[in-house]
């Protein structure tokens, strides 16, 4: 599962929806993120340093990996764009690495 920043500002923001989150991350098998979702993670949650953002990967046991090569991430980023993807980066992080984007749970289920 690819760990976008939506995800990390949404877990690491909320501590409800990270408890929420909690079975879905340990179920999730191959947990991994890029650099971008990580600077993107501390650019997006105000007081939050790039070590929280290490060490909560690490008490996630989500991997930190490098981007894919440029002439993958160019095709990957050409297709998400025709699928009308947003998020190219993230798209074609988690192409590349042949994962789903891990979608983090509503706080609000009871």
Excluded at 83 to 99: F, K, V
């Amino acid at each position: 599962m690819y760990f976008n920043s939506q995800a990390l500002i949404a877990l690491m923001g909320d501590p409800a929806r990270a408890e929420a989150a909690a079975p879905a991350i340990a179920a999730s098998t191959r947990r991994f993120t890029s650099p971008v979702a990580v600077i993107e993670t501390v650019t997006g949650l105000a007081g939050v340093t790039i070590e929280q953002v290490e060490e909560f990967l690490d008490a996630q046991g989500i991997e930190l990996r490098d981007m894919p090569p440029a002439h993958r991430m160019i095709t990957a980023a050409v297709t998400a764009l025709a699928e009308g993807s947003p998020r190219l980066l993230d798209a074609a992080c988690a192409d590349y690495y042949e994962s789903e984007t891990f979608v983090v749970p509503d706080a609000a289920q009871d």
